[in-house]
């Protein structure tokens, strides 16, 4: 039985309201929870107590709900099949987490330590593939196909956009356009096969299913454009993220890259070498970005691609994913705007 | 065309004796090279410049010769499904050196650069991910049971065996089983499942199949005893990876074991304290190695696993495959014997 402690640990990470949205899959999720516990015996004994660190640790498990919501029909029976989807797809997530901690030798992530930091990169290099080829193995019992193949081609798109992320740090002149490309292929990617890939489980229609893709992929750049937000105008304490890792890894972001553009060449050229002498005043990079209409830029951004996911919705309102998509696009952008008002002051 | 540069240098790489027993599977291994040509524009241009590399400085491509060696039946016909699972296994090989060479901070192997001294760590790690989940991207296109399971499995059996030897590091007290069981799954397993499964896919009676993946077992144990020797015996030139990175990051292999065990409390201290200050004299220890009689028993540990692996095979002799495998072990055998008569002096 949890004890309190463990309750209020656990309302920490997840921010009020998303109770109601995961509520809808409350029964598939909990069954997750079981496929993971029953998974553990397949994992080697010198490897359990690293893989349970990681799925204790959890996020708010977005993509299995994406999974869940886009493979519903109207009873509420648990599918088993997409359960083991949403396993695998969460599995390429972590296995991704795991190893952005260590490249970006992060120490915290969602208020706790990384396994970077507990047991040193060594073992969570090989935790992160372990976990990898385990998903790739669950994978394996879908059809190679429809399934398999696109699960597998998106983990590689998934490192791809991370290579390329990574080749750009201190690439302070990357455009807006190769700002979407990016977030495209390392966030967005795993929204979209989510959606595509439950559908499909669940049996919907293939033009059903692609639908819910691009609504994944539109629903992954709002998630992104928040974060990268948030990366900049966040505290530690609230985000559970080491505030600021990506100016400090040289990776320059939509608000950065927007100021930069604004600025005067003078202005431009102080904040540039603030950045590269790692003496960025964070509170005054914040004020820059609402005194020039940065910030208002975002929330456009933001906004887009909301109502591009709510627009691919449009067509297929009459089946049951739609309610729960059209939720969980009203949620993110409450909480997009809870956090707005804050950051405005 | 090739230059003699380049030929010396492919030479240098390969052990003489090698081009003839690679002979046998030459029109095979000319397939391979086309296969991996051939998928390039499959990874995102992100990636492309740092796979090219990665596959040209490629080893000995040990295993996707097993793989042809297995499935081989009398027709030289170059079989597409035998390329393709050799190219899968050489994949999963390749992104765990990748990893390798990140978390041993290596800069060289087979002679040249690693990438992770080339691009960093963090490129490195991305790679090893991309190779992976291409390589079993490629899994997906067999039978899920018999191969693809079997595959995705032994990835994560050598992962495990990494991350168990890791955590063993500066464990001076490992015993012959634990260190046995440790490259049986960080080794040997690759070695296992690409006869096992060259077997298969090459048509083969389940009950040969799994002598030949026995015979894997036996030879990639001996080939990781023969390595671990010549990590503590090798020259940095003779053999293109850094002297002694095992002893320097902590791991002990069967040669500093045995010779522990034989030492004298004095002299086993003394040791054990060179080890941890990094202060080993390598010319001494090679020494103490040799006096202490422990150079003759790793020469029985090889002899015993190349013997078993040639035992494995006497049922299946009248094979096809039977004459390349037990040519392959006549190969190993001489090379070791020719390192062995350097290492007596």
Not at 95 to 114: I, K, Q
Not at 245 to 250: K, M
Request: proline letters at 3%; one cysteine or more.
């Amino acid at each position: 039985m949890p004890t309190v402690s463990d309750i209020r640990k656990s309302l920490s990470s997840t921010p009020p309201g998303f109770e109601e949205i995961a509520g809808a899959a409350k029964a598939q999720l909990k069954a997750l929870d079981v496929f993971f516990t029953a998974q553990m015996p397949q994992f080697e004994p010198q490897m359990r107590k690293s893989v349970t660190y990681c799925l204790k640790n959890r996020g708010k498990r977005l993509r299995p709900l994406l999974v869940f919501f886009c493979g519903a029909k109207k009873s509420a029976k648990v599918d088993e099949a997409l359960v083991r989807l949403a396993a695998t797809i969460e599995l390429v997530h972590l296995a991704t987490l795991v190893h952005d901690d260590v490249m970006d030798e992060a120490d915290l992530r969602h208020g706790t330590s990384t396994l970077n930091a507990l047991s040193g990169p060594t073992i969570a290099v090989l935790l992160g593939d372990s976990l990898f080829a385990h998903a790739l193995e669950l994978a394996a019992d879908f059809d190679s196909e429809s399934i398999c193949k696109p699960l597998t081609r998106a983990a590689r798109r998934v490192c791809a956009g991370e290579v390329w992320q990574t080749t750009e740090r201190g690439n302070h002149e990357l455009s807006v356009k190769q700002y979407f490309d990016i977030i495209d292929m390392k966030t967005a990617e795993l929204f979209h096969i989510s959606c595509l890939l439950g559908g499909r489980v669940g049996g919907y229609k293939e033009d059903a299913c692609q639908a819910f893709g691009e609504f994944g992929r539109r629903l992954g750049r709002a998630y992104q454009i928040y974060d990268d937000l948030d990366d900049i105008l966040g505290k530690e304490s609230a985000v559970g993220k080491t505030l600021g890792t990506d100016l400090l890894s040289g990776k320059y972001t939509l608000p950065t890259l927007l100021l930069l553009k604004a600025l005067s060449p003078k202005k431009r050229q102080a904040l540039l070498s603030q950045i590269k002498n790692n003496r960025v005043d964070t509170k005054a990079l914040g004020a820059a970005i609402r005194e020039n209409g940065i910030l208002e830029k975002i929330v456009d951004y933001f906004r887009r691609e909301l109502s591009a996911a709510r627009k691919t919705l449009a067509a297929h309102e009459q089946l049951f994913p739609a309610e729960n998509l059209g939720k969980m696009t009203d949620f993110v952008a409450a909480q997009f705007e809870k956090f707005l008002e804050k950051k405005r002051g």
